[in-house]
Every structure is written in structure tokens, then in C-alpha cells.
């Protein structure tokens, strides 16, 4: 079968090893899978990712996935949708032509394996891929598999969400309308923060913030997200989600923060950052850092795609077949033009 | 009246201004104030000091206090203990000889001071001081005036202790044993907590950390704090108090910090400081920043210190007059030889 491969920091599609499943597994076909921008990262910092995950692993003992070795060829793509082909022994939640979605992590008799940062395992930007059939989840009838495919970025956005302070006696000032911005605009929205205000360089991003569910958009050029919030509200506490991930983020979001606040930081800085610890102590606030989600949100976003509470459609720029790939890595790094980009394998 | 004034960053001992009260205040002779590691930082960087409390005031309105100007004389000193000797118009709280405390603001028509960090209004480093009646609490019969003196850096200790998620189900790390690491690790044990585990690279100060209630403590040239809580416990849920306030503190707590931590963040640093992000958003953990005290917390450290919760008298390693003061500083620099230092003005 093919795949895009990332192979000496570059994307090349290539014939690999056809799949079979072990016991418990089952091989689907690759139906949509997003580009994530941490694949973005991985191609050329795979080494920071890797130290990440180590770090990650310390105290999770034999439930963490070992690091990828970045110097072997690696199938990227987490955010996927697929289709069940084949199943494995001891398989009693899927059957063939069954669609899907699953936590990208498998398991096998070695321990786990994150799906799209394995050397073994493929990731979605790959005609098929194992899954460990209890991780799946059977797409709603009638859910476009182009859709379900956001579960798992959508899904970070809730987790962000659940896991911050915010009320629906709160206001949320979302710093970057990028995927994880959006979804925890949709994820706030759907809470019934009544003021949610949204900051993006983008005017794609800014307009595909307001259709997600942000009351008060602007440009940070004319005006910060915090400033603007002050001038819509000002004086709900507030929780700030920093969702752009470069450095001089947190500095930043620390002066402009009010007394009290929370900064919920989901955004994934990937360098050493700098910043005044004396402001943050002089105001008293609170940084909450956020990665990923759990099974329940990873089912209960499947859901709300499907039920409509999302409407995930408008995040999807644009499609490409794998041979699109490494262009698409490259049109994302402009983010006026694109939010989601999904690979269609097949 | 004499006074150790802050001039051109030395400490000299200078003839200043008598005192008489205003409406609502009195004057008092001061009977202690310790030295406080902010004064010692005032003394070289209080343009520092000043930037934190504009980042303070920020949402504050009125009831932030003006920043001092260290181009003018600046007597400090703002953990005192003091004997009222004169009271204004309508005061009713305080009566001359009454020996009281008091959190470290006077109030008047122009709005509210900071005492020790004022151009106006004199610290403790002074014979005299004025106060505003209204937050003067007296201190209980038979407390020594000495042992009151330490109820302001115990209140900081207690504060952070209240604003942190510790529980008795948790257990703690402190990092640094200075007055404000001795402060929490008191309030932790007066809360119960089982496991505290204390750190730092002076035998007096691990000493004295043992003695305010630590139950491991380690020097961390031969074992990290949080490698001993992993040796002695390792399980519990943990908080890690920040009390050192160098650069490189909080990337190092974030770096040894277990999944899910909190890091309550006490120690003020006063520069730009680096960590990586990625580490903290990896585990999820929670930074929260904390700074001074309620006037409940205040109060009740004064009861704390009163009934002999907190068996503060170890923590008092050197006594100084007003001559003194200069010298003290210089002494402080080694944190070898002392925890507090007061000076005794009178």
C-alpha cells in the first residue's frame, strides 16, 4: 500500500509493508486524516517532540507510548476517519465495513504505540492503518467520515475547556483562531460562555472564529484579544486560552491578564520561553497547561459533531490526495489561507 | 526621630521627620521588624520593585498604593511590631501603650501607602512608624513583641498554603527554606499534611525547616526535593511550593514534577526566566502564583503565633539596632548563617 512518508525531514510517498491485524486489532481503510500542526513541527523538530513525549512518559510507566526514532521512516496522521477492512482475533466491537474513529494510540503484546509518531504503526496520511478495536468508535449513520475525521482536534479544544476554570459566569479570551482555537471557541459556545473574544492575525481564521462561536473578534494589530475584552465586558473573571504556541505568548498574556485570571495554555511552544515570573506573582495567576483529551471527550466531540452542537464543516480549506501532502505542509505554514487541510488517502 | 533610610542604594541612619497622626491613624514606636528578602532586593533593584507593583495596581484602582520613587529617601521595613503612642481623630480601635500589628498600609485623604515601600510614610526601620487604626490588630497579652514581628512572612507562608490545591490527601515539596519555604512548611503542617519534604543547600535552614514541621529534608546538591518525595512517598497527589525565587527554579520544578502537578509559585524572581512550555503542557501541570496575604490570613497567623501553632522563636538568628541595618543586609547575602533578622529600632 502507499503512504506519505517522513523520511530525513521530508514527505515522500512510498510503497510500505502491507498490515495485517494482531489479536484485539483491526486494519481499516483511511477514509480522512487532518493535518495536525504538530506534524508541521515533527517534520522538521522531530526531536523536540520526541523529548516532549519523554517527558510525557516519566510518570505514566508502561501506559506511554515509546518515542518515535525520528531517524527511521515514521507515517504521520492522528486525526483520522477509516473504514474497518479486516479484524483480528478476539475483535467484538467492530466488523468489517464498520466507520470509525479512534484514540491514536494501539496496543499490541509489546505495550502501546502512538498512531502517527510510530515507526511501526502507520498514521493516517497512509492507505490503511491498525487500530485496537476497543479504542474504536463507530461513526454515526449519516455522519460524513470528512467530518468525524475533526474529532480528535475538536476534542482538544473541549479538554482545554474542561480542564479551565471557566464558567458560564466567566468570559474566555482565546489568543489564535488556528484548529485548537476554533475548537475552543466551539467548546466555550457550546458551554454558554456568554462572552468569548477572539484574537487571529488571519482574516480566514478571524471569520471562521465567528462562525465557531466568538462574540468579539479582532486584529491583534489594532487590538489585543484582552484589551478588546476589557472594552466588551471587563468585569467577569476571566480565563485566557493561549492557543498559538510561540514564544513570547505567555509573556505576553501574563502582562496583559488581569488580577486573578487564569491562562489556560494549550497551545504547544515547543522552544524555551521566557517570561516575569514577578507579574504573574504580583497578579496572582493562574497558568493551567492542557495537552490532548480523554476517551470520554474523545467520544462525547464524535458526538457533538455528528449532532450538529459542532459545525466543523467550514474548518475543512481544503483536500488533497497523499501525493499532496508535502504541498500541503507547505501551504500550511501560511495560516491566512488555511485552517484544516485533510489528506483523502484513497 | 531616627530611621535607616534607603538613599542613592545604601542604607544610612538619618534624622527624619516626627510623626503626628491624622484622622484615623496613630503613631507608634516600633518594638521589631524583621528584614525581608524584598528589601534586600529594593536595596540594588527597585526599579524591579517598582515595575511589580504597577503590574499590581493594573486592576487594582484606588486600592493599589502608589509606587515609591527610589530616587527619594525610602525608610523600609514592613514586618514590625509596634507600641502605639499617640492617636488621631476618630480612632477607636487603638489606645496609647496598646502593642499591635498591623498589615503593611496606612490610609489617608491622598489614598492608601505602602508601609516600607513609600517616600512618605516610614517602615519599620524606624523608630517610629504611623499606622491606620482601623488595621491594627493588638497583639494577644504575653506575646512576645519579638515573636509578633513575624506574623507578616508567616502570613505569606499561610496565604500560599490556602491558595494552593493542597489537601490532606496531598503531599508537599518545598524548595527553599528561607522565611517564606519555613512560613508554608508551617502552615502545611499545621494543616496536616503528612508528607512535606523540604530542600535547600544551608544546614541552618534544613535545620530550622525540620523544626517548623518538614518530615524528609535534603540538601539538593545530594538529592532533589522532588527525587526525595519520590523516595519517601511518591504517590499522593503533589504540590510543589516555589519558595527560592532564583532563574531556573521554575524550569526545574517543571522538569522534575510529576504528571498533574501543581507548582505554586512563591518565590518572587524578580528577572525574565526561561522554561519550556512543552514539558509543563506534557504533563498538565498547574502553575499558580502567589503573593502576600488577606487580613484574615493576617490575623490568624497572629493567633497561630499567639497559641504556639507556630514555634517561630528558632527562626529569629540575629538581632540589630538601627546602626545594625546596613550590616544585616550584608549578612543576609549568606543564607548559610540566618533565616530572620530583626532590628530592634528602640
Same mark, same amino acid.
Given at each position: 500500500m502507499?503512504?506519505?512518508?517522513?523520511?530525513?525531514?521530508?514527505?515522500?510517498?512510498?510503497?510500505?509493508?502491507?498490515?495485517? @491485524?494482531?489479536?484485539?486489532q483491526?486494519?481499516?481503510?483511511?477514509?480522512?486524516?487532518?493535518?495536525?500542526?504538530?506534524? %508541521?513541527?515533527? %517534520?522538521?523538530?522531530?526531536?523536540?517532540?520526541?523529548?516532549?513525549s519523554i517527558?510525557?512518559a516519566?510518570?505514566?510507566?508502561?501506559f506511554?507510548?515509546?518515542?518515535?526514532?525520528?531517524?527511521?521512516?515514521v507515517?504521520?496522521?492522528?486525526?483520522? *476517519?477509516?473504514?474497518?477492512?479486516?479484524?483480528?482475533?478476539?475483535?467484538?466491537n467492530?466488523?468489517?465495513?464498520?466507520?470509525?474513529? *479512534?484514540?491514536?494510540?494501539?496496543?499490541?503484546?509489546?505495550?502501546?504505540?502512538?498512531?502517527?509518531?510510530d515507526?511501526?504503526?502507520?498514521?493516517?496520511?497512509?492507505?490503511?492503518?491498525?487500530?485496537?478495536?476497543?479504542?474504536? $468508535?463507530?461513526?454515526?449513520?449519516?455522519?460524513?467520515p470528512?467530518?468525524a475525521? %475533526? $474529532?480528535?482536534?475538536?476534542?482538544?479544544?473541549?479538554? &482545554?475547556?474542561?480542564? !479551565?476554570?471557566? $464558567?458560564?459566569?466567566?468570559?474566555?479570551?482565546? %489568543?489564535?483562531?488556528? @484548529?485548537?482555537?476554533?475548537?475552543?471557541? &466551539? &467548546?466555550?459556545?457550546?458551554?454558554?460562555?456568554? $462572552?468569548?473574544?477572539?484574537?487571529?492575525?488571519?482574516?480566514?481564521?478571524r471569520?471562521?472564529?465567528?462562525?465557531m462561536?466568538?462574540t468579539?473578534v479582532? +486584529?491583534?494589530?489594532d487590538? !489585543?484579544?484582552?484589551?478588546?475584552?476589557?472594552?466588551?465586558?471587563?468585569s467577569? @473573571?476571566?480565563?485566557?486560552?493561549e492557543a498559538?504556541?510561540?514564544?513570547?505568548?505567555?509573556? *505576553?498574556?501574563?502582562?496583559?491578564?488581569?488580577?486573578?485570571?487564569?491562562?489556560?495554555?494549550?497551545?504547544?511552544?515547543?522552544?524555551?520561553?521566557?517570561?516575569?515570573?514577578?507579574?504573574?506573582?504580583?497578579k496572582e495567576?493562574?497558568?493551567?497547561?492542557?495537552?490532548?483529551?480523554?476517551?470520554?471527550e474523545?467520544?462525547?466531540?464524535l458526538g457533538?459533531?455528528?449532532?450538529?452542537?459542532?459545525?466543523?464543516? @467550514?474548518?475543512?480549506?481544503?483536500?488533497?490526495?497523499l501525493?499532496?501532502?508535502? +504541498?500541503?505542509f507547505?501551504?500550511l505554514?501560511?495560516?491566512?489561507?488555511?485552517?484544516?487541510?485533510?489528506?483523502?488517502?484513497?
Amino acid at each position: 500500500m502507499r503512504a506519505a512518508v517522513m523520511r530525513d525531514g521530508a514527505l515522500v510517498v512510498d510503497e510500505v509493508e502491507e498490515l495485517s @491485524p494482531q489479536p484485539g486489532q483491526v486494519v481499516a481503510e483511511v477514509l480522512a486524516c487532518g493535518i495536525c500542526g504538530s506534524d %508541521l513541527h515533527a %517534520l522538521h523538530h522531530a526531536d523536540q517532540l520526541v523529548e516532549m513525549s519523554i517527558a510525557m512518559a516519566a510518570d505514566a510507566g508502561p501506559f506511554a507510548p515509546a518515542p518515535m526514532d525520528a531517524s527511521l521512516d515514521v507515517v504521520m496522521g492522528h486525526e483520522f *476517519s477509516a473504514r474497518v477492512l479486516a479484524v483480528g482475533e478476539n475483535v467484538g466491537n467492530c466488523a468489517p465495513g464498520d466507520v470509525v474513529v *479512534s484514540l491514536p494510540i494501539v496496543m499490541d503484546a509489546g505495550g502501546i504505540h502512538a498512531v502517527g509518531y510510530d515507526n511501526h504503526y502507520p498514521g493516517g496520511y497512509s492507505q490503511q492503518l491498525v487500530l485496537s478495536d476497543v479504542l474504536c $468508535t463507530k461513526v454515526p449513520n449519516g455522519l460524513d467520515p470528512r467530518l468525524a475525521a %475533526l $474529532t480528535e482536534p475538536m476534542a482538544v479544544g473541549l479538554h &482545554a475547556v474542561n480542564l !479551565s476554570a471557566v $464558567t458560564t459566569g466567566h468570559a474566555a479570551v482565546v %489568543l489564535g483562531c488556528g @484548529p485548537v482555537g476554533l475548537a475552543v471557541i &466551539a &467548546a466555550l459556545r457550546a458551554m454558554g460562555v456568554g $462572552t468569548i473574544v477572539a484574537g487571529d492575525f488571519s482574516p480566514t481564521r478571524r471569520e471562521l472564529a465567528a462562525r465557531m462561536g466568538a462574540t468579539e473578534v479582532v +486584529d491583534p494589530r489594532d487590538e !489585543s484579544a484582552v484589551r478588546a475584552w476589557r472594552r466588551v465586558d471587563g468585569s467577569r @473573571p476571566l480565563v485566557i486560552f493561549e492557543a498559538v504556541g510561540n514564544p513570547g505568548m505567555i509573556e *505576553s498574556a501574563v502582562l496583559e491578564a488581569p488580577r486573578g485570571a487564569q491562562i489556560l495554555v494549550v497551545g504547544v511552544c515547543m522552544v524555551a520561553d521566557t517570561f516575569r515570573p514577578m507579574i504573574a506573582v504580583g497578579k496572582e495567576l493562574n497558568l493551567q497547561f492542557a495537552f490532548g483529551y480523554d476517551p470520554m471527550e474523545f467520544v462525547d466531540t464524535l458526538g457533538r459533531i455528528a449532532e450538529g452542537t459542532y459545525d466543523v464543516e @467550514p474548518m475543512i480549506t481544503a483536500e488533497v490526495p497523499l501525493d499532496g501532502v508535502a +504541498d500541503a505542509f507547505t501551504a500550511l505554514a501560511d495560516p491566512d489561507a488555511h485552517a484544516k487541510i485533510l489528506v483523502i488517502p484513497n
